[in-house]
């Protein structure tokens, strides 16, 4: 017989502590953020911060700690505390609309910028006035899939910890060094003063990405500065690039998202990088 729920009330103060973790305030105050579903708290789990184990505390219905006992085991291996719970006691900490009956609690693990530039990185994403959590967490699994290094978030950007960034990150968080809340000129020139080549995405931009392919100028250590959603990046930043650089449309659509624009100038940085004798082009079809 499975066990009976540990916590069968939402009015628990574990789970009250843990449904304030939606609101930024509450999360700085702590340093503690949410992870939901077996992907999130699987890499939690197995995640950690100078020693010290991410995951610190587990939520999850009898039937999500039967069906993912191996990341149960995990949680508990890490040294995570575990608790059984009801699905009313799941949905009220969740913030999803259909929760996965897996709710994590981790430390924050956002990175020194200094730590990041000291470790020479070859291919970064900077979020400069990235609003957005959905694309914020969606462009920094681009990067994670690309080997991006590093991933920067300017002081003018989301929230990492945002429970949608965590979600749409999809695990790629606790991948991949992140630093938090550097303003947009300290982050470029640290970079530059590092040796990394800044580049602008931007649909106006001057340069073509095919072009910088073509003129085998993307091979070195880049840095990729992404903007907001509605507006993309103010003259001031794109300014303090070495290029900016559009994405060319080869067909009809009038432009590209965020996150999809990112993922198409990350890869070409990633083959460049890696290619011996260079690349013609990634975005030809």
Wanted: with cysteine.
């Amino acid at each position: 017989m499975p066990a009976a729920p540990e916590l069968i009330s939402p009015r628990s103060p574990r789970v009250a502590a843990a449904r304030r973790l939606a609101r930024r305030n509450f999360r700085g105050k702590e340093r503690l953020f949410l992870a939901e579903g077996p992907q999130a708290v699987r890499e939690a789990a197995a995640h950690r911060v100078d020693e010290a184990a991410t995951l610190v505390e587990l939520f999850a219905t009898v039937e999500a700690a039967e069906r993912y006992a191996d990341i149960v085991g995990d949680a508990r291996a890490a040294g995570a505390r575990v608790h059984l719970a009801d699905e009313e006691v799941i949905a009220d900490i969740s913030t999803t609309v259909t929760p996965q009956g897996l709710v994590g609690i981790c430390r924050f693990l956002d990175t020194p910028f200094e730590e990041i530039l000291a470790a020479r990185p070859k291919l970064v994403a900077v979020l400069a006035h990235v609003r957005d959590p959905g694309n914020a967490g969606t462009v920094l699994r681009c990067a994670d899939a690309a080997g991006a290094e590093a991933v920067v978030l300017t002081d003018a950007s989301v929230d990492l910890y945002n429970p949608k960034a965590v979600r749409a990150s999809v695990g790629s968080l606790f991948h991949l060094p992140v630093a938090v809340g550097v303003p947009v000129e300290a982050a470029v020139q640290g970079l530059k003063d590092a040796g990394v080549r800044i580049l602008a995405a931007d649909g106006a931009g001057e340069d073509d990405l095919d072009d910088e392919l073509d003129k085998g100028t993307m091979g070195g250590p880049t840095a990729w500065v992404f903007g907001n959603e509605a507006w993309g990046l103010p003259e001031e930043t794109r300014a303090l690039a070495d290029a900016v650089v559009r994405v060319p449309i080869h067909g009809k659509a009038e432009s590209l998202n965020l996150a999809t624009a990112a993922a198409v100038c990350l890869y070409a940085s990633a083959r460049a990088q890696r290619a011996s004798g260079g690349c013609r082009s990634v975005t030809d079809s």
